[in-house]
């Protein structure tokens, strides 16, 4: 094993940063504790009690998920129209930038499987196109991050170290394909670790955060970038079988053999991906992560405002992708056929579903681009007409019960027992 293949295996071997989407129970608990340690070492203006308590109760309710975010009363710092500190502002806009470099290595992320799926005899031009774009992008970030890097939170500055690591290791990656040093699923790994590494950055600066009108947009639009990251690394993974035309059981790049769908002298995905369970990991890492992707789809809109509810099934309406999805999940049930060769299995071309796939997370992007500019403006802010006109419809959340509200922004695939 060489020194590179060495190094990456290093960096997959890594523990992947705990992103969750957030609910936020915990908000509505905190924000009180707050309220009672207030008033008990000094008279607090009523007014600035109800901001903080109307901030936990506009948290989601669904489920506690472990994050320790604290909220502290409003300090009265200089603010904008936009209802946020100069600071915050900030900070708002190196998130963005933050998100933007996550939106371009997904895409990296898939050409990537693209040229590893493929045995690197397709798509090299656009995958080197899209490492040029990354590349701005992560420019783009690092001057973003001279300019805000904040010294005041020491858990904020340690996520900030650890993406950094992480981003560190980009060429490594890219290295990894270009001299097929390695299996692909790997190199996918690293760039699901890369991407989760960056999106654990807005939770950490929420653990600071004072500002209501700060705290229920950043949980808006980090939620909603932990769903489009999960969205993202799905569409890398099964970009793999889609160009091999079958759920592999290795891609054996280090010894020239190609995709293969068994193992030596063990099931592999075979003819049945979704019976091999485990033993196809092409297969059932994908099909488990639907469970955290529903979950984080559920966060988002148990705790987004009606608009922008509105805005992201807007911006999935006629996405083709979650179709495509669906067809390659059922693919693998009860057989492994991508190519529509086997009776009752879809052919799924491999140019169709890389413009799909790549087109879903640019709208998916568009989406958390516009939910950080709603930050801290009024179309962050329930609108009680719309809610009213949404539940006239049966389409508004319950206000009593955390169960996910369903609608057309979800590209769930078909239940099965991998």
Same mark, same amino acid.
């Given at each position: 094993?060489?020194?590179?293949?060495?190094?990456?295996?290093?960096?997959?071997?890594?523990?992947?940063?705990? +992103?969750?989407?957030?609910?936020?129970?915990?908000?509505?608990?905190?924000? *009180?504790?707050?309220?009672?340690?207030?008033?008990?070492?000094?008279? %607090?203006?009523?007014?600035? $009690?109800?901001?903080?308590?109307?901030?936990?109760?506009?948290?989601?309710?669904?489920?506690? $998920?472990?994050?320790?975010?604290?909220?502290?009363?409003?300090?009265?710092?200089?603010?904008?129209?936009?209802?946020? &500190?100069?600071?915050?502002?900030?900070?708002?806009?190196?998130?963005?930038?933050?998100?933007?470099?996550?939106?371009?290595?997904? +895409?990296?992320?898939?050409?990537?499987?693209?040229?590893?799926?493929?045995?690197?005899? *397709?798509?090299?031009?656009?995958?080197?196109?899209?490492?040029?774009?990354? #590349?701005?992008?992560?420019?783009?970030?690092?001057?973003?991050?001279?300019? $805000?890097?904040?010294?005041?939170?020491?858990?904020?500055?340690?996520? /900030?170290?650890?993406? #950094?690591?992480?981003?560190?290791?980009?060429? /490594?990656?890219?290295? &990894?394909?270009?001299?097929?040093?390695?299996?692909?699923?790997?190199?996918?790994?690293?760039?699901?670790?890369?991407?989760? &590494?960056?999106?654990?950055?807005?939770?950490?600066?929420?653990?600071?955060?004072?500002?209501?009108?700060?705290?229920?947009?950043?949980?808006?639009?980090?939620?909603?970038?932990?769903?489009?990251?999960?969205?993202?690394?799905?569409?890398?993974?099964?970009?793999?079988? %889609?160009?091999?035309?079958?759920?592999?059981?290795?891609?054996?790049?280090?010894?020239?053999?190609?995709?293969?769908?068994?193992?030596?002298?063990?099931?592999?995905?075979?003819?049945?991906?979704?019976?091999?369970?485990?033993?196809?990991?092409?297969?059932?890492?994908?099909?488990?992560?639907?469970?955290?992707?529903?979950?984080?789809?559920?966060?988002?809109?148990?705790?987004?405002?009606?608009?922008?509810?509105?805005?992201?099934?807007?911006?999935?309406?006629?996405?083709?992708?979650?179709?495509?999805?669906?067809?390659?999940?059922?693919?693998?049930?009860?057989?492994?056929?991508?190519?529509?060769?086997?009776?009752?299995?879809?052919?799924?071309?491999?140019?169709?579903?890389?413009?799909?796939?790549?087109?879903?997370?640019?709208?998916?992007?568009?989406?958390?681009?516009?939910?950080?500019?709603?930050?801290?403006?009024?179309?962050?802010?329930?609108?009680?007409?719309?809610?009213?006109? +949404?539940?006239?419809?049966?389409?508004?959340? &319950?206000?009593?019960?955390?169960?996910?509200?369903?609608?057309?922004?979800?590209?769930?695939?078909? %239940?099965?027992?991998?």
């Amino acid at each position: 094993m060489n020194d590179l293949d060495t190094r990456l295996r290093e960096l997959t071997d890594l523990s992947p940063p705990a +992103r969750a989407p957030l609910g936020a129970d915990e908000l509505h608990q905190r924000a *009180s504790s707050n309220r009672r340690r207030a008033l008990a070492l000094r008279a %607090v203006p009523a007014a600035m $009690v109800v901001v903080v308590l109307l901030a936990g109760a506009m948290a989601l309710r669904s489920r506690d $998920v472990g994050s320790d975010i604290t909220l502290t009363t409003p300090d009265p710092a200089v603010t904008t129209n936009t209802g946020l &500190s100069e600071r915050d502002q900030e900070m708002v806009g190196f998130l963005a930038t933050t998100a933007e470099l996550r939106h371009q290595l997904n +895409r990296e992320s898939v050409l990537t499987a693209v040229s590893g799926g493929s045995t690197r005899t *397709s798509g090299e031009d656009e995958l080197g196109a899209q490492r040029v774009a990354t #590349d701005r992008a992560l420019d783009d970030y690092r001057e973003a991050l001279a300019v $805000v890097r904040p010294g005041e939170s020491p858990t904020l500055d340690e996520a /900030i170290k650890q993406a #950094d690591n992480r981003l560190a290791r980009l060429d /490594i990656l890219r290295r &990894s394909v270009d001299e097929a040093e390695t299996e692909i699923y790997d190199t996918l790994d690293g760039y699901t670790y890369t991407v989760a &590494s960056l999106g654990d950055l807005p939770l950490q600066y929420l653990q600071g955060a004072e500002q209501p009108a700060l705290i229920r947009g950043l949980l808006t639009a980090s939620n909603y970038g932990t769903f489009a990251e999960l969205e993202a690394a799905t569409a890398s993974d099964l970009t793999v079988a %889609v160009e091999v035309g079958y759920f592999p059981f290795t891609l054996d790049l280090l010894g020239g053999a190609g995709p293969s769908p068994s193992g030596s002298g063990v099931p592999g995905c075979n003819g049945d991906a979704a019976a091999a369970g485990d033993a196809c990991k092409a297969f059932a890492e994908p099909m488990q992560r639907r469970t955290e992707t529903d979950h984080a789809e559920s966060t988002f809109l148990n705790f987004a405002t009606a608009q922008q509810k509105m805005l992201a099934r807007s911006a999935l309406a006629g996405d083709v992708f979650g179709e495509l999805m669906r067809a390659a999940f059922e693919d693998g049930i009860g057989q492994n056929d991508l190519r529509g060769t086997t009776p009752s299995s879809q052919a799924i071309d491999p140019v169709e579903w890389r413009a799909a796939a790549l087109g879903h997370i640019d709208r998916m992007a568009e989406v958390e681009r516009q939910l950080y500019e709603m930050i801290g403006t009024a179309a962050a802010e329930p609108d009680q007409d719309a809610v009213d006109e +949404r539940s006239s419809e049966g389409t508004a959340p &319950s206000t009593t019960s955390s169960a996910p509200e369903a609608g057309p922004a979800s590209s769930e695939p078909p %239940v099965a027992s991998p």
